[in-house]
């Protein structure tokens, strides 16, 4: 089953409003085009608690969005040998989020670049 988005607050707020003028559910369902438990559990919160907000959310929010990862990416593709630390450095000086080089690095690893280097091997012949 895939995600829909969350409902916005005036969302919410039309479909209590909706509620309090004698809609019922399946009513308001077809009138908002929203799922029909996704309306029941908007009008049992409201009920309840007397809030139409959502829910806070658990965890910290990421300190990089999608818009600063695709910015490291392109600091990435420039040059691929550089160091974690000159990474942190130059994301710094392009005046984006000062974030530590753990984050960078645990960045750098969600858009699928991986620190492996190849084994140096002997010279065979002088």
Known sequence: MTKTRELIPFERGEIVGLYKGSHNITNISKTLDIPR???NDVIVKWK????TSSSPRPGRPPIMNNRDQWHLNRLIRDDRQQSVEDLTKKFKE?????????TIRRNLYELGYHGRAGVRKPFVSE
């Not at 309840?48 to 809030?51: Q, S």
């Not at 392009?94 to 974030?99: A, C, P, R």
């Open 48 to 51: 309840k608690d007397g809030l």
């Open 94 to 102: 392009m005046g984006l989020k000062s974030v530590s080089t753990a």
């Open 37 to 39: 438990s996704t309306v």
